[in-house]
């Protein structure tokens, strides 16, 4: 198939999927719920002084809100965009239909829930010690049964984590049964590094709650830490609805139950600064090894014009760029009468190249 019509033909489904309002798209998004806090219980409370500065580093929502009560209810709706009916804290559901995990799976990423204190992965268990299935959404999903793992399956290598995980601490460590102390000290020891890490590593830390403990009308803490991620606050009205909203919209994926009628976050966003990434390194070879005849010579560096990342191949008269305001791959060259061809994501060129 000649390159023009590869390209147009794989632009055009690609472009589908894009959105009106360009969102980042980070390499990994890490979440990470707690239990049962109101806002003013968490934040400016001196017992939780790493998530009070986790909320100064980031972006802290100061109006978001569980969907319901109790507490089940809420994480699925968080991973299906919808309660399923359920409205008790009851155990063991078997539920189907789409999801984060399948609708990720189904456009090329990944996804993993790490559920601390779970004896084995895949665990059917409705209680095991500090462990209960009743905060771990993943679990009521039997096809999903790989994808549901302890947390001492967590990567120490950041880079291997999947596009999405979930993190769901125990019920001591999660604030349910332990103290904000207690859960602020397990943050800290456990995820801190990570969260680091996100800053400089086009990836993203969103720390929540499942619901309130009745006292704020659902009102919960949730801030989010990240390369792309301004740091601040912001009074916009978000719930789990539009947490799951704005996951879609950063992969490109369907949008669940509610969430299609939920707004993404918004307003918080900043371009990344110009770099090249390994994957983006990655991306530019195999480009240039799969098209040699349109990408030549190969390059070995890259250039910065913002807001593009791009290589300029002078035999064939051609640039291939990544723009940090979308994340989007761009091509320009005699193939197209030099005219600027919107490629799409470049996550899912780099998932096509394999390198992701």
């Known amino acids: 198939m000649p390159l023009l019509r590869h390209l147009l033909l794989l632009s055009c489904g690609l472009l589908l999927s894009a959105i009106a309002q360009a969102l980042p798209r980070p390499d990994h998004i890490v979440i990470v719920i707690a239990e049962n806090h109101a806002y003013s219980q968490i934040i400016g409370n001196p017992d939780a002084p790493y998530i009070n500065a986790l909320a100064a580093k980031g972006m802290l929502l100061t109006q978001s809100y569980g969907v319901t009560h109790p507490s089940q209810p809420n994480y699925i709706a968080l991973f299906s965009g919808d309660t399923q009916g359920i409205d008790s804290n009851a155990c063991p559901y078997d539920l189907s239909g789409d999801n984060l995990a399948s609708a990720l799976l189904g456009r090329g990423f990944s ?18 010690g500090a462990y209960v299935r009743k905060h771990n959404p993943v679990a009521n ?33 999660g604030m349910h049964d332990g103290s904000i102390a207690e859960g602020d000290t397990w943050l800290a020891q456990n995820i801190d590094a990570y969260a680091q890490w996100a800053m400089t590593h086009n990836s993203l830390l969103i720390v929540t709650w499942d619901e309130d403990n009745d006292s704020e009308q659902n009102r919960i803490p949730t801030l989010l830490l990240g390369a792309m991620v301004k740091p601040g606050t912001s009074a916009q009205r978000v719930d789990h609805y539009n947490v799951l909203r704005t996951i879609e919209e950063m992969f490109g994926l369907p949008y669940l139950g509610n969430s299609a009628t939920a707004s993404p976050i918004a307003d918080i966003w ?71 061809l919107d490629l799409g994501f470049v996550a899912d060129w780099q998932a096509r190249a394999g390198c992701l």
Request: glycine residues 4%; contains cysteine; hydrophobic residues 35%.
């Open 111 to 128: 996804f993993m829930s790490y559920a601390e204190s779970m004896p084995a992965a895949g665990y059917k268990g409705c209680i095991r």
């Open 270 to 340: 900043q371009a990344l600064p110009a770099a090249t990434s390994t994957q983006e390194s990655c991306l530019y070879a195999w480009a240039e090894t799969t098209y040699p005849g349109y990408l030549a010579p190969p390059q070995s560096a890259s250039l910065s014009a913002p807001p593009y990342r791009y290589r300029y191949y002078p035999q064939s008269q051609a640039y291939l760029g990544i723009s940090s305001d979308n994340s989007h791959l761009y091509y320009l060259g005699a193939l197209t009468g030099n005219a600027l």
């Open 141 to 173: 999903w039997s096809n999903l049964a790989a994808y549901n793992q302890p947390f001492t399956a967590f990567p120490q290598d950041f880079n291997q984590l999947p596009s999405v995980a979930l993190v769901i601490p125990d019920m001591n460590n």
